[in-house]
């Protein structure tokens, strides 16, 4: 069974950066669709990015385009989010999630099989 492990959250003033990790027990470049979501206190989990199964283009929500990048390392079979110019909106626990299925649209989040335990993201002065 997948096993996925997130790390890199943390305290971040307004405007800094943080790149969260999220190592995988197995090679998941082509065999999993991966997304990222998070969830703020009170809210719905909201996808952040995603990309599916066996392809490359990463899509973003509209909330952070231009801010954040998804990427990967297939050699180490991680998977990263880059965060810059982090808002306090973007407070949050941040969890990365994969399945071997074809999930259209990639950020259903109902659809994923395997999650990490999630990291604090936390944007304050």
């Known amino acids: 069974q997948l096993q996925l492990v997130e790390s890199g959250g943390g305290l971040v003033q307004p405007g800094g950066s943080l790149t969260l990790s999220c190592v995988a027990s197995?090679?998941?470049?082509?065999?999993?669709?991966i997304a990222w979501f998070r969830q703020a206190p009170g809210k719905e989990r909201e996808g952040v990015s995603c990309?599916?199964?066996?392809?490359?283009?990463?899509f973003y929500a509209d909330s952070v385009k231009g801010r954040f990048t998804m990427s990967r390392d297939g050699v180490k079979s991680t998977e990263y989010l880059q965060m810059n110019n982090l808002k306090p909106e973007d407070t949050a626990v941040y969890y990365c999630?994969?399945?071997?299925?074809?999930?259209?649209?990639?950020?259903?989040?109902?659809?994923?099989?395997?999650w990490g335990q999630g990291t604090q993201v936390t944007v304050s002065t």
């Open positions: 999630a994969a399945d071997s299925g074809f999930i259209h649209p990639c950020d259903s989040a109902h659809d994923y099989d395997y």
């Open positions: 197995e090679f998941t470049s082509d065999n999993y669709g």
């Open positions: 990309r599916y199964r066996g392809h490359d283009r990463t």
